[in-house]
T-cell receptor
Framework: GQQVMQIPQYQHVQEGEDFTTYCNSS?????IQWYKQRPGGHPVFLIQ?????EVKKQKRLTFQFGEAKKNSSLHITATQTTDVGTYFC???????????FGKGTRLSVIA | GAVVSQHPSRVICKSGTSVKIECRSL??????MFWYRQFPKQSLMLMAT?????????EQGVEKDKFLINHASLTLSTLTVTSAHPEDSSFYIC??????????????FGPGTRLTVT
């Protein structure tokens, strides 16, 4: 079945450093979504990428979707303590198939 | 954005009893809802897809007789954990698609239900 790998599993950074998490699917995706889950909370939708090679920015967050639509990345510039949480990528193989989640990257930011 | 609620937020039950968890879409009609399970510090694992008016579709390895799903209306899906055991203790999260969302495939997650079986 479809698998979505995500690395790294954990990342500890000093406040102000950059952070990147990578997502790789075993199959081509129709879209990829990114979610953030704070400790004790539930996943909150951040963004969806649909087009091959697409790049989207949200303030300090930059999201990319690979040309082959099998990989994606989330980059945070100059991390802040409010960025702490687990970042999940998730993808659909097609519009009607279930969303498959990566294992997530847990980000810790040291002030 | 769309809102999905879950009830209860926490439940503690004794081994052998059954627990029902409700998932509601508050401001939209959801023909499809999803049930996930999340163990501590792990990812979300899809358990089943709940379709209004029809049988749920269960993922491989999920016992349909143990995790009963009912999607009787366009705003409510329920998950019943029958004859619960300590290994069923987990964080159960539902999500729903808003057909009116501009972004196809976007899912809205409920706040989750933490089940502890003693």
């Amino acid at each position: 079945g479809q698998q979505v790998m995500q690395i790294p599993q954990y990342q500890h950074v000093q406040e102000g450093e950059d952070f990147t998490t990578y997502c790789n699917s075993s199959t081509t995706l129709s879209n990829i979504q990114w979610y953030k889950q704070r400790p004790g909370g539930h996943p909150v939708f951040l963004i969806q990428l649909v087009k091959s090679g697409e790049v989207k920015k949200q303030k300090r967050l930059t999201f990319q979707f690979g040309e082959a639509k099998k990989n994606s990345s989330l980059h945070i510039t100059a991390t802040q303590t409010t960025d702490v949480g687990t970042y999940f990528c998730a993808g659909h193989r097609s519009g009607n198939t279930p969303l498959v989640f990566g294992k997530g990257t847990r980000l810790s930011v040291i002030a | 954005g769309a809102v999905v609620s879950q009830h209860p937020s926490r439940v503690i039950c004794k081994s052998g009893t059954s627990v029902k968890i409700e998932c509601r879409s508050l401001d939209f009609q959801a023909t499809t809802m999803f049930w996930y399970r999340q163990f501590p510090k792990q990812s979300l694992m899809l358990m089943a897809t709940s379709n209004e008016g029809s049988k749920a579709t269960y993922e491989q390895g999920v016992e349909k007789d143990k995790f009963l799903i009912n999607h009787a209306s366009l705003t409510l899906s329920t998950l019943t954990v029958t004859s619960a055991h300590p290994e069923d203790s987990s964080f159960y999260i539902c999500s729903a698609r808003d057909p009116g969302s501009r972004m196809m495939g976007e899912q809205y997650f409920g706040p989750g239900t933490r089940l502890t079986v003693t």
